[in-house]
């Protein structure tokens, strides 16, 4: 859930003129989230402008809707970006025989294991409060206002990676009328 807020707030939700480098594979998906509108469905307006989408930033729905596009088969989820494909997906686990896999959320002390397991001299890093600088519940308030249906297609689109890295969809679903038994 950290991931996909982060790859919003750094690829979606930042415009091009406050990007340290471009990035125009972003700035294009932007502008095609935008193009679509709310993505349920419905038939959106045609837009008057074709620069009409140039500086407007989806909102965190939105996004969501979009990236769940062509996300029900295995060659759909293989085509999407990698900022916010599965691990499982991405790093293709079974595939490969990993020695060390680490959490960005337990860093540092993975960090200090990874030193110490293949022998290397201490490094001295510390990482930020999150991959964006933010905390917890800054994350979490990105899915305050998702809809209970797209927060069980994101569950069910990253399963595995919930699995594999012991995450809890509880951490970031905080709310009493989510219950994760709904999304099966």
Known sequence: FERLASAYKER??????DRIQSEPEYDAMREMICRRGNLTGE??????RI????????SFEQFIRYILINTRTPAGIARMNYHWQPYS????????????????????????????RFNLSDWNIQKPI?????????????YLALPDELICQI?????????????????YI???????????
């Open 43 to 48: 038939l959106r307006q045609p837009l008057q």
């Open 12 to 17: 979606i939700a930042t415009l091009a003129r």
């Open 89 to 116: 997906v991405l790093c293709q686990v079974c595939k490969f025989k990993y020695n060390f896999i680490g959490k960005y959320e337990t860093l540092n002390d993975h960090f200090i294991y990874f030193l110490k």
């Open 174 to 184: 905080n709310r009493p009328t989510f219950s994760i038994q709904n999304c099966r």
């Open 155 to 171: 569950i069910r689109l990253y399963g595995e990676d919930f699995h594999l890295f012991n995450y809890r969809v509880d951490d």
């Open 51 to 58: 620069g009409e989408c140039k500086e407007t930033i989806p």
């Open 130 to 142: 999150g991959p964006s600088g933010l905390t917890k519940w800054d994350y979490q308030k990105f």
